[in-house]
């Protein structure tokens, strides 16, 4: 079979999400809005952090797994979302979470002394 490579993001990014832009003017597009940048929330023009990030205000963006720690080498050509997203809960975290109630679930439980025996 063929290998796939993932690309930097791509780890969080769900199997339906749309195809990710390969250029400035194809993400605008796409998005319906200005390739130049935004305007934000004190009226103020702003250039767009990433190619990504042009379809994060119609919610289709895909979010930069790299960039909140700093670690994204790619700027402003990076195909994933440079703005804050809300923050996901750890996998490994749910997981334990998730083995612990299992384990909980199918362990035996150890005998417990009745007040009457007079433990």
Same mark, same amino acid.
């Given at each position: 079979?063929?290998? +796939? =490579?993932?690309?930097?993001?791509?780890? $969080? =990014?769900?199997?339906?999400? &749309?195809?990710? &832009?390969?250029? +400035?003017?194809?993400? %605008? %597009? =796409?998005?319906? +809005?200005?390739? =130049? $940048? *935004?305007?934000?929330?004190?009226?103020?023009?702003?250039?767009w952090p990433?190619?990504?990030?042009? %379809?994060?205000? +119609?919610?289709?963006?895909?979010? #930069? @797994? /790299?960039?909140?720690? !700093?670690? #994204?080498?790619?700027? /402003?050509? @990076?195909? /994933? @979302?440079? /703005?804050?997203?809300?923050?996901?809960?750890?996998?490994?975290?749910?997981?334990?979470?998730? !083995?612990?109630r299992q384990?909980?679930? *199918?362990? &035996?439980?150890?005998?417990?002394?009745?007040?009457?025996? !007079?433990?």
């Open positions: 079979g063929k290998s +796939v =490579a993932m690309s930097e993001g791509a780890a $969080g =990014a769900a199997a339906d999400s &749309p195809p990710l &832009p390969a250029t +400035v003017e194809e993400a %605008a %597009a =796409a998005a319906g +809005v200005d390739k =130049a $940048g *935004y305007t934000d929330d004190d009226g103020k023009f702003q250039e990433s190619i990504g990030s042009l %379809a994060h205000f +119609v919610g289709t963006c895909q979010r #930069c @797994c /790299f960039h909140p720690k !700093g670690r #994204c080498q790619n700027g /402003f050509e @990076c195909k /994933f @979302c440079h /703005f804050e997203h809300e923050k996901r809960r750890s996998k490994k975290r749910s997981k334990k979470k998730d !083995g612990d384990e909980e679930t *199918y362990a &035996p439980k150890s005998p417990q002394p009745h007040a009457s025996e !007079g433990f």
